[in-house]
């Protein structure tokens, strides 16, 4: 993988030919799937931290987000 350039007018016109396709920034493989390890630990870690209710209360915003085509979505508590 090629480094791009370290000065500031060198990075601009780096950055200018990706963005007009005269040039391809090519990512190393192995960085796109050391993110989705990490992304996918972080999310799995977090599931495990929640209560079922409070996952219920997400999944539930987010329905009523998602179907109320752009209504507040009203979460309610009930009682323990």
Not at 70 to 79: D, L, S
């Amino acid at each position: 993988m090629l480094k791009r350039p370290g000065d500031m007018i060198g990075a601009a016109v780096k950055v200018m030919r990706i963005a007009t396709g005269e040039e391809t920034e090519e990512l190393c493989d192995s960085w796109k799937s050391v993110a989705a390890k990490l992304g996918s630990r972080g999310g799995k870690a977090r599931a495990a931290r929640m209560t079922p209710e409070r996952r219920r209360e997400i999944a539930r915003k987010g329905a009523a987000t998602r179907w109320g085509k752009g209504r507040v979505a009203r979460v309610t508590k009930e009682p323990v």
